[in-house]
């Protein structure tokens, strides 16, 4: 992924692991990406990942399960896939080289692409690119990270 992506990728092994590198990150424009797992601790973890950057941000989730996705499609700002192809279009919605309404174009049309692809029509607002925490500027040192 990361040869595609224009963007820094922080793979993570464990889900406490991905929550403290998002408790450190918070204040930037996090994209997030997540296995669901048999225990659909990719669910939980995208719960917690949400509520530590105050905002129902879009996300990916992926599984080999497909009856996954009837969960899914009701998950708000949320899609899904279980093809690597799918992953890559996703990381290339938040290209650095496209303004901010190129990057909910890019997304709108995977989300049409996906819904067509598994039959389904995913739920989402219109806030799924929000992300109130996110400082453009400022120091370093003026930042929380309780």
Known sequence: MEQYAEL??????????????????????????SNIGTDLGGKKFVDQARNILGNDVIVLFSAYNTEHIKW??????????????????????FSDKKEEYQKEEAIKKLKEKLENHYNVEFNFDYKYLEYPLF???????????K
């Open 72 to 93: 899914v499609k009701d998950y708000k700002n949320a899609l899904f896939s279980n093809d690597p192809k799918f992953y890559e279009d996703y990381l290339n919605c």
């Open 135 to 145: 400082k453009k500027e400022g120091k370093f040192s003026d930042l929380s990270f």
């Open 8 to 33: 820094n990728i922080y793979p993570c092994e464990t889900t406490e692991e991905a929550l403290n590198l998002i408790r450190r990150k918070k204040y930037n424009k996090i994209i997030l990406i």
